[in-house]
């Protein structure tokens, strides 16, 4: 690194001195903690984001959100440029960079860094971020620091994009390094026409039962909600009432949204009996998440029809697709290519939903917690249908299964235009421009749900009956606490918890292992595991087992080995 940009960096880091005493580590999705405490990592996450789009000579997003956490929190995540998440490889250094507390360390540090990865400092054409929040205020001040970091590397420029839900820079940033048109308006219009696409696509004895009754959509109170109003207008007869949009009295995430909606079993604000019975949906904070639920006749509690469930409907939809595209009838005899459907799901799926799916014989594999995990895991199919059990999730299709359909679609509306054959190829290339390609999006998720109901003429209550969910119980040490009133139980250090197996078998501590399979194997249809969180200082422990009942005494009875095992100093 030369003179001249040191002496940048330096002078600008010196208005970003980091917090004392506080560590910050990348996590699962990026950093995350008090908005207060963020500047100085935001700052340097706009120098890493200018670096990345150097050495990869494209576009990359920086995104400020901290999901469905607090208001008062805040966090930042990296798009890369395929849209994704950013390569694992460079997580490290995004912990050193954020950690580092003098400045002069911190010049050299990236100055290691930009000459063990070869980065074309002295050269710089273009770099070029684009930017994105969620509602919080303090995002405001965090952009600022954002910008700072980028422009502190010479050559380096950014876009503002606004206020955004999180999937959408991720497919902005998709979109421009592929060359394709990528501003909101153009995620707007893609993402309706292929809806309204679908749509038209319905099955002819179907049509009458278009008239399906309105989705109530809980928007957290952040951005999904307002994102989902503009949309609605673009397709077409779609019904769609939102409710805890961003505009609203209510605080961000608070008592509302997906997370809360998939942990606590209940209600959000501003739903209640007379949405009993009605389709009702909840976007997380920024709006990458989607479940659905049903408020049952108390108006208190739900029935939650999570991510699994909605990979399930997805996953029935392909496969009847693909099996229409497969009937040998009018098949080419000499085509050798049959597209790989994979689906992939974490050790909190739930037990029930997995035998499902194994069932229409589809092939299931697990990967550890963490879109980036699941993402790569699916990317390695024709047709990769992801999720996590809390609504994270979509569906990927290669280059090869686009082509393919492509060729399809051109040789079938030759020979056969408007068969149900030329059909699921047209619905199967709809759905491959609806569903976002670069990440989890509560929006096309929504609206690939929307359709599919409609082209099955299901219920949300039809859709719910797939399969019945084994009961199941998530704690953390904190529930712990509350569970046996033991008062305060402290995570010491979450990474003495060693997993293998995505994340169904612990390695360290040792013995801890064997102790929980005895555990578990006292309960019916039992299944246990631990984790450490990649978000928050503290170990989930996740049971299922035949009944509610029986589910609680084993999540509990293995909270406690837990404690047993690390220690975790109980105190009154
Ligand atoms: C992050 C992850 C989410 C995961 C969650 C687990 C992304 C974009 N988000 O929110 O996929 O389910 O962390 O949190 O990867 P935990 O490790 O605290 O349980
Ligand atoms: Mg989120």
Redesign the pocket.
């Known amino acids: 690194m030369n003179q001249e940009q040191s002496s940048l960096v330096l002078q600008s880091s010196s208005n970003f001195s980091p917090p004392e005493g506080v560590k910050l580590s990348y996590g699962?999705?990026g950093f995350r903690a008090d908005a207060t405490l963020l500047k100085s990592t935001v700052y340097r996450v706009g120098i890493l984001a200018a670096l990345r789009s150097i050495q990869t000579k494209s576009v990359i997003g920086l995104m400020i959100t901290a999901?469905h956490n607090q208001v008062s929190d805040n966090g930042i995540?990296i798009a890369d440029p395929n849209g994704g998440?950013l390569s694992q490889l460079w997580e490290p250094f995004a912990d050193s960079l954020a950690n580092v507390a003098d400045p002069f360390e911190l010049v050299q540090l990236i100055s290691d860094f930009v000459s063990k990865e070869i980065i074309p400092l002295d050269n710089v054409r273009s770099a070029e971020i684009l930017l994105g929040r969620d509602t919080r205020p303090s995002g405001e001040y965090l952009l600022e620091a954002a910008k700072q970091g980028i422009s502190s590397i010479k050559g380096a420029i950014y876009h503002d994009m606004g206020i955004l839900t999180t999937p959408q820079l991720h497919w902005m940033v998709r979109a421009r390094n592929m060359g394709m048109n990528s501003t909101e308006h153009d995620y707007f219009q893609q993402l309706s026409q292929s809806y309204r696409c679908l749509v038209e696509l319905i099955p002819d004895g179907k049509k009458a039962s278009k008239s399906n009754d309105k989705v109530v959509v809980d928007g957290a109170n952040g951005v999904g909600g307002d994102k989902l109003e503009v949309l609605r207008e673009l397709c077409g007869d779609l019904s769609i009432e939102v409710r805890n949009s961003s505009k609203g009295e209510g605080v961000l995430n608070k008592g509302v949204g997906a997370d809360f909606v998939q942990k606590e079993k209940v209600v959000p604000s501003g739903f209640g009996p007379i949405d009993v019975g009605l389709r009702c949906a909840s976007f997380d904070g920024d709006a990458?998440r989607l479940v659905y639920f049903l408020v049952q006749p108390d108006s208190k509690l739900i029935d939650l029809v999570d991510g699994d469930k909605i990979l399930s409907l997805f996953a029935h939809f392909i496969k009847e697709q693909l099996d229409v595209l497969k009937d040998n009838e009018l098949e080419k005899p000499c085509d050798p290519y049959h597209p790989r459907l994979g689906i992939v799901q974490t050790a909190y799926a739930n037990g029930a939903s997995t035998a499902y799916l194994k069932n229409l014989g589809l092939d299931v594999v697990l990967t550890p917690?963490?879109?980036?995990y699941l993402h790569e895991k699916a990317s390695e199919y024709d047709i990769g249908i992801y999720f996590?059990a809390?609504g994270?999730g979509t569906i990927l299709f290669s280059d090869t299964v686009l082509s393919w359909l492509e060729d399809r679609n051109s040789e079938l509306s030759s020979a056969c235009t408007g068969s149900e054959k030329h059909k699921a190829a047209l619905r199967l290339l709809a759905v491959s421009k609806l569903i976002n390609q670069a990440v989890g999006d509560a929006l096309s998720g929504l609206l690939l749900v929307e359709a599919i109901l409609l082209h099955t003429g299901w219920s949300i209550q039809k859709w719910n009956e797939l399969y019945k969910d084994l009961p199941s119980r998530q704690l953390t040490v904190w529930q712990f606490a509350l569970f046996f009133i033991v008062i305060k139980v402290k995570v010491v250090d979450r990474t003495a918890v060693v997993t293998a197996k995505a994340e169904t078998v612990v390695v360290q501590p040792a013995g801890i292992q064997e102790a929980i399979d005895t555990a578990t194997a006292k309960y019916r249809h039992g299944r246990c595991f631990i984790r450490p969180?990649?978000?928050?200082d503290v170990i989930?422990v996740y049971a299922e087992a035949a009944t509610q009942e029986e589910t609680d005494s084993l999540a509990n009875s293995v909270a406690k080995l837990v404690d047993q095992f690390l220690g975790f100093g109980s105190s009154q």
């Open positions: 699962t999705a999901s995540k998440m990458d917690t963490g879109v980036k996590e809390n994270h969180s990649g978000t928050e989930r």
